[in-house]
């Protein structure tokens, strides 16, 4: 049982809130440390596909996350010169509800749920080293001060220092491709709730409309040779994300023509952390298994996680063995998502040829002939529910 338990949790993005509710509403004292002066937007649109929806409405928050996401309709592949449509995967199920919503918009509704559920939230904590045993986990934050802490859960994204507290230094790879992001406001509002892949030679771009259709949400991914540093923030110039995708439908060449400003970051592969709980410290989200973004994925797993992690703590009478139970039901999921999400871009990214064209002609055939089948491929993705107890 959680009842009375003190739990510090450290990051305040979406893995980190979505626990700290989970752990609250289960009756434990939580607060949050996150290093920003402010709990604000970072990033721009992400997609909430059925397996995080079923944890938002487990934590009570599935009506809030629908005034504020719209249901998304379709995945849409298309040719990047013209714009053809080579595949459509069909979201439109009531049992299955797929929302895209702005970053922000989904971290305010769960910061909203945190304050309900009686969690503290500090700003401005900016944790340096993590080191934990079998009777507490010391903080040193920035300034020299030190905290030791009955139970800490690291959800401190990519460069966690609970998962370097856990687990050997490991050296993230450069993928060889790099991501633009940005988000351009709509003229309409009739935009369909659809999310677009524009698949070409070495690049792909995504789009969909967020806050319905007030904006357009624009990830756009080219391989290259020269890598760009890691992380969501690193300002480019519009006209060097036009350029790269000069060639492509004239519907896209428009869209990205009212870019103003946009963001690029090297996509690099991180592998799965081996250890995700030990002593008095867990990792969840980016912290333990950092995805790369072509499966939409990363906030998806990190509610998951959120859930599973709760519900192990306050299931099992001993933090060890809530640890085990934890990792052993998310470790082979994530690394499948992990590894699924990787080879999305080899996909997206064939060169005008041969097996390029039976590809695409192969993906129209069994949308048309099998349109369930298609579907059926991610029973095992959307169609997975951690909260259904096991």
């Not at 969501?232 to 519907?251: G, S, T, V």
Request: aromatic share 6%; glycine share 8%; charged share 25%.
């Amino acid at each position: 049982m959680l009842i009375g338990q003190e739990i510090t949790v450290l990051g305040a993005g979406i893995g980190g809130l979505a626990v700290a509710t989970a752990l609250a509403q289960r009756g434990a004292q939580v607060r949050v440390l996150e290093q920003a002066d402010a709990i604000r937007e970072v990033g721009a649109g992400l997609q909430v596909s059925p397996n995080g929806a079923v944890v938002m409405k487990a934590l009570g928050l599935g009506k809030a996350l629908a005034a504020a996401a719209p249901r998304a309709r379709a995945v849409v592949l298309r040719d990047f010169r013209r714009g053809d449509p080579v595949f459509r995967l069909d979201l439109d199920r009531d049992d299955r509800p797929y929302h895209l919503t702005h970053r922000a918009d989904l971290i305010e509704i769960l910061r909203q749920a945190a304050t309900e559920a009686g969690v503290t939230v500090e700003l401005g904590r900016k944790v340096e080293a993590v080191t934990t045993d079998d009777s507490a986990t010391t903080l040193r934050f920035a300034g020299g001060s030190e905290e030791s802490l009955p139970l800490v859960i690291g959800a401190d994204g990519l460069q966690s220092q609970a998962r370097a507290a856990l687990n050997p230094a490991t050296r993230p790879f450069f993928t060889g491709q790099v991501a633009w992001r940005c988000t351009i406001p709509l003229d309409a509002a009739d935009t369909a709730p659809e999310a677009t892949v524009h698949m070409g030679p070495g690049r792909h771009i995504v789009t969909y409309p967020l806050r319905g259709g007030e904006l357009m949400n624009v990830v756009a991914v080219e391989e290259r040779d020269g890598w760009a540093a890691e992380g969501w923030n690193h300002k480019d110039r519009p006209e060097i994300l036009r350029a790269a995708f000069a060639d492509f439908a004239p519907e896209i060449r428009d869209l990205l023509f009212r870019a103003d400003q946009v963001y690029l970051w090297g996509l690099f592969r991180h592998p799965v952390a081996k250890t995700w709980g030990q002593g008095r410290l867990a990792l969840l989200g980016d912290a333990a298994h950092p995805t790369l973004p072509f499966l939409a994925q990363g906030a998806n797993m990190a509610l998951e996680d959120a859930w599973v992690l709760a519900d192990a703590l306050d299931q099992e009478d001993h933090i060890a063995t809530a640890f085990t139970r934890y990792q052993a039901l998310r470790k082979t999921r994530c690394a499948r998502i992990v590894d699924a999400a990787s080879r999305n871009a080899e996909n997206y990214h064939l060169r005008p040829g041969p097996y390029r064209a039976a590809a695409h002609l192969a993906l129209k055939l069994g949308a048309r002939l099998a349109p369930n089948l298609a579907a059926n491929r991610f029973d095992w993705l959307y169609g997975h529910d951690v909260t259904a107890r096991r």
